[in-house]
């Protein structure tokens, strides 16, 4: 297992002007298929790249179903982590050098940059938690960068995750519930460790044919993700108003050479038709990379709150 080193609530103004009309398909702006104006679907140029199921879970830990495609050598797979302001308690460090004393682990040397401890102090928990996910799902195989927001008093304050896919939701929660204990050095100013855990089954690298559209088909994934606040943002309005918070939908999204989208179409669809507008209308104010071969759409599935079910 190698591996190395807020969300405003409340539901968009343009997506409640704009009601979501299941019954044809249409989110306001977003078109209809048949509104569409001609797309040559056989155009060479045209670049086309499907992005796995994004779960946007109640719980905050997020996964898609499927990692996205190798890319490029080196190409990230963790999106940009947004800044963080730590709570008033977690801005002044401890008085007393016992509490310091208890951030060393005795294989931990002092000497070690922030983030070098961070791995090395839940690299065995999350071993642990993987291989206790087995249990939930024994065919995970992917990544997640576990994100530790940290005060001044070294304590962790927050752990978020990012870049998820092919992990179970229970070793995700494991990963963070073990990490929120443990302990860094003080410091002058709050900081942000991401500790990026990649698990695998066997020393071999899946090999999968690369295709030319694998590298955008990489950014698209992070460019999706970045959505995530906008879709939770989406899921507490209908928490707040007493409505379903359970729905999916395949949401194909054209774009333009500089990665404008300029429709977004749903279908299929299943559950409750607000969430999905203000999900479609979250994913049409992305802006994707420009596309190699000048347009080309972006086709995602969004389900919310999948344990709950569809009802």
Request: contains cysteine; proline residues 10%.
């Amino acid at each position: 297992m190698p591996y190395g080193s807020t969300v405003q609530p409340g539901y968009p103004d343009r997506a409640r002007a704009r009601p979501f009309a299941l019954a044809v398909a249409c989110i306001g702006l977003v078109a209809c298929p048949a509104d569409k104006p001609p797309v040559d679907e056989d155009s060479a140029h045209k670049t086309s790249v499907e992005v796995a199921e994004l779960e946007i879970n109640a719980s905050g830990i997020d996964r898609f179903a499927n990692c996205p495609p190798p890319g490029e050598l080196g190409q990230a797979w963790i999106p940009p982590v947004p800044a963080w302001s730590p709570p008033a308690s977690a801005q002044s460090a401890p008085d007393s050098a016992e509490d310091a004393g208890l951030l060393s682990g005795p294989s931990v040397p002092d000497t070690e940059a922030p983030a070098a401890r961070a791995f090395a102090l839940t690299h065995e928990a999350f071993r642990l938690c993987y291989h206790r996910g087995l249990v939930h799902d024994p065919t995970q195989d992917g990544h997640v960068a576990v994100v530790l927001r940290v005060g001044r008093d070294g304590r962790v304050a927050r752990v978020e995750s990012y870049g998820a896919c092919e992990i179970a939701d229970e070793t995700i929660q494991c990963m963070q519930d073990a990490a929120k204990h443990i302990r860094l050095h003080p410091s002058r100013e709050p900081e942000t460790l991401v500790v990026p855990a990649v698990f695998a089954q066997s020393d071999v690298a899946r090999r999968v044919a690369p295709r030319s559209t694998d590298a955008y088909a990489t950014a698209a994934y992070l460019t999706v993700e970045s959505a995530r606040p906008a879709l939770h943002a989406c899921d507490e309005h209908n928490r707040l108003s007493g409505k379903s918070r359970v729905a999916s939908a395949t949401i194909r999204l054209d774009v333009d050479a500089r990665g404008r989208v300029l429709h977004a179409n749903v279908d299929p669809w299943a559950g409750e038709q607000g969430l999905l507008g203000c999900a479609a209308h979250a994913l049409e104010a992305l802006s994707f990379p420009p596309p190699p071969g000048g347009s080309g759409t972006v086709q995602a599935r969004v389900t919310f709150n999948p344990r709950l079910g569809i009802h």
